[in-house]
Antibody
Framework: QLQLQESGPGLVKPSETLSLTCTVS??????????WGWIRQPPGKGLEWIGS???????YYYPSLKSRATISIDTSKNQFSLRLNSVTATDTAVYYC???????????WGQGTLVTVSS | QSALTQEASVSGTVGQKVTLSCTGN????????VGWYQQISHGAPKIVMF??SLPSGIPDRFSGSKSGTTASLTISGLQPEDEAEYFC???????????FGGGTKLTVL
């Protein structure tokens, strides 16, 4: 059974880089049949797609985050990661990782991890 | 401001049929398959419909449809456990990104 688990610091200082990892179990991240992506949800607000990448390296990012976000895959650890540069308080959110059989079908989700941006 | 527009709230009684809507444009809903996600009590979202396909484990009282640039999720025979927030989502070819609706809070009276 596929499982995704987010991990990373729960507190990041303003202007620093947010780094999260999603560990995949019960399936191989090397499969070329899926996209691996990140979605976030600020407190009390809706869902916001950050971006996704596939095994070949094709990446897509939401336009407003494209300059600050990078999603990468580590096949040796069966993990994928998110880096978000120059964070501000508006980046405070629960961050979810997800696996998608197509660009828009967010079929499998992690449980989410809260990241707070504060000094 | 979300790219897709959903009702802020919908309510219904147990056993009733309710329909949630999601409106976009020709760059998104008009062209691509729409997914619906259920989020109970701020937990992780779960897909409950993709187009008109029911994911494994989702009760068949859920159904999906689309007409032009509006997609709908219908729940026939509403149950207490259906109370949740529902988000619609699809690909947007103009943004080259996945877009979400603002979410509909479904209350079961």
């Amino acid at each position: 059974q596929l499982q995704l688990q987010e991990s990373g610091p729960g507190l990041v200082k303003p202007s620093e880089t947010l780094s999260l990892t999603c560990t995949v179990s019960g399936g191989s991240i090397s499969s070329n049949s899926y996209y691996w992506g990140w979605i976030r949800q600020p407190p009390g607000k809706g869902l916001e797609w950050i971006g996704s990448t596939d095994y070949s390296g094709s990446s897509y990012y939401y336009p407003s985050l494209k300059s600050r976000a990078t999603i990468s895959i580590d096949t040796s650890k069966n993990q994928f990661s998110l880096r978000l540069n120059s964070v501000t308080a508006t980046d405070t959110a629960v961050y979810y990782c997800a696996r998608s059989p197509s660009r828009q079908e967010l079929k499998n989700w992690g449980q989410g991890t809260l990241v707070t941006v504060s000094s | 401001q979300s790219a897709l527009t959903q009702e802020a709230s919908v309510s219904g009684t147990v056993g009733q049929k309710v329909t949630l809507s999601c409106t976009g444009n020709s760059n998104n809903i008009g062209t691509y398959v729409v997914g619906w996600y259920q989020q109970i009590s701020h937990g992780a979202p779960k897909i409950v419909m993709f187009g008109n396909s029911l994911p494994s484990g989702i009760p068949d009282r859920f159904s999906g449809s689309k007409s032009g640039t509006t997609a709908s999720l219908t729940i026939s025979g509403l149950q207490p456990e259906d109370e949740a927030e529902y988000f619609c989502s699809t690909w947007d070819s103009s943004l080259r990104a996945v877009v979400f609706g603002g979410g509909t809070k479904l209350t079961v009276l």
